[in-house]
């Protein structure tokens, strides 16, 4: 009799471990892997501003999973798959298309306004959230449904920076920004704010700040015209040598620095601040004291390592990732992109404040984050924040 029960019991055992091994397949079916989408550059000149968003986005979500994520009584994790598009829109749109197609995303996260107008054509029809990295209000003024600015626009910036630059220097702007759609948009608002100052533009010569490391006959040409101003901008490397060149040209006036790139981040290249003396642009997200900021800064530094500092394309697009998971929970799915929409401005709103850094208030009617641009001087070789009301005083 025991060796019959023996035997029965080492028979079942093939049943029993068959069970236990269905048992945990069907644990892990019930877990839901939602893909996050980014199309962006990640080669070329323009690869560290790509790898900026990427940086916060993954380190959103890594936050997201440890801390564990329910959506309708499942439980999710999130994953991102990131595409270089080399800053090209028609890439982008190419990208876009198989990051919905292939992985099902519910959103797409793009840095770049060639590649958010490209989208734009078609992301309500296929039914996904352009999670827009750019600062120019075009973006949201077109009325597309499922988009949202990520960064607030940089019309605010162009009427005080111009009166700065003009008091302390003079009103004869040399422009020397990039050749991307981004970079004309914001010339084409820049140019009649200086003039209408009583300014003049001595030239303007446009460049591709994303194929050139080589910039000393586009800024010479600029400074043959005796420029007070220098008014340059594009990813923070490439922006920073067309300084560092201009300096080395004999350049003494100021820069006019577009949002796109960061003063601390500039400094690395052109060997730190002192060729930067007399600029204006935004405040890098380190010297920002706000308290989401400060923790988001800690935290960016503990997860990447002490010598990195974050930008505010690491900042925004984490305090987003944040959002856009918690407005999945709210809206009770993860492939319903108009209600996911839906929910974001109560999700980013409600973001507690470790997770929120920006100090994000919401999102307005056409699809614009609500928060407050800090910008900030380099005077005495140090940088200097200061209000947008104090400079236009």
Do not use: C
């Not at 919905?100 to 054509?121: E, K, L, R, W």
């Not at 591709?208 to 901008?233: C, E, H, Q, T, W």
């Amino acid at each position: 009799m025991k060796i019959t029960s023996s035997r029965h019991r080492f028979a079942a055992l093939p049943i029993a471990v068959a069970l236990l091994g269905a048992f945990a397949a069907g644990a892990a079916l019930s877990q839901e892997s939602v893909k996050i989408g980014f199309t962006g550059p990640l080669s070329g000149g323009a690869a560290l501003y790509g790898k900026n968003v990427t940086s916060g986005i993954e380190m959103a979500i890594k936050e997201i999973n440890a801390a564990g994520l329910q959506v309708a009584g499942k439980k999710v994790t999130l994953e991102l798959v990131a595409l270089d598009d080399k800053y090209s829109p028609a890439e982008a749109a190419i990208n876009a298309r198989r990051l919905v197609q292939q992985y099902q995303t519910t959103a797409v996260f793009v840095p770049h306004s060639g590649g958010i107008y490209a989208m734009q054509a078609f992301n309500e029809q296929e039914k996904f959230i352009v999670m827009a990295y750019s600062s120019t209000s075009k973006i949201t003024e077109v009325g597309n449904k499922l988009t949202v600015r990520i960064p607030p626009t940089f019309n605010s910036y162009i009427e005080p920076f111009t009166r700065y630059e003009m008091k302390k220097f003079g009103k004869k702007v040399g422009m020397l920004p990039g050749d991307h759609e981004y970079a004309k948009d914001w010339s084409r608002q820049f140019a009649p704010v200086w003039e209408k100052n009583g300014g003049t533009i001595a030239s303007n010569n446009p460049m591709s700040y994303n194929r050139s490391a080589d910039f000393y006959s586009g800024v010479s040409k600029v400074l043959a015209d005796k420029p007070d101003v220098m008014f340059i901008g594009g990813p923070s490397e490439p922006t920073a040598l067309v300084a560092k060149q201009a300096r080395e040209l004999g350049f003494k006036g100021g820069f006019i620095i577009m949002d796109q790139a960061k003063l601390d981040e500039m400094a690395k290249v052109t060997g730190g601040l002192a060729p930067l003396e007399g600029s204006i642009g935004v405040l890098p997200v380190t010297y920002d004291d706000r308290v989401g900021s400060k923790a988001f800064s800690a935290a960016y530094r503990k997860m990447y390592g002490a010598d990195r500092d974050p930008t505010s394309e690491a900042s925004y697009n984490y305090a987003l990732t944040h959002a856009l998971a918690a407005a999945m929970k709210l809206a009770g799915t993860t492939s319903d992109a108009t209600a996911i929409r839906a929910k974001l401005s109560e999700a980013l709103s409600k973001l507690p404040t470790e997770h929120n850094a920006g100090d994000f208030r919401g999102i307005d009617a056409v699809g614009g984050t609500l928060t407050d641009p800090l910008v900030a001087t380099v005077e005495g070789g140090k940088i200097k924040p200061v209000s947008l009301t104090e400079l236009m005083k």
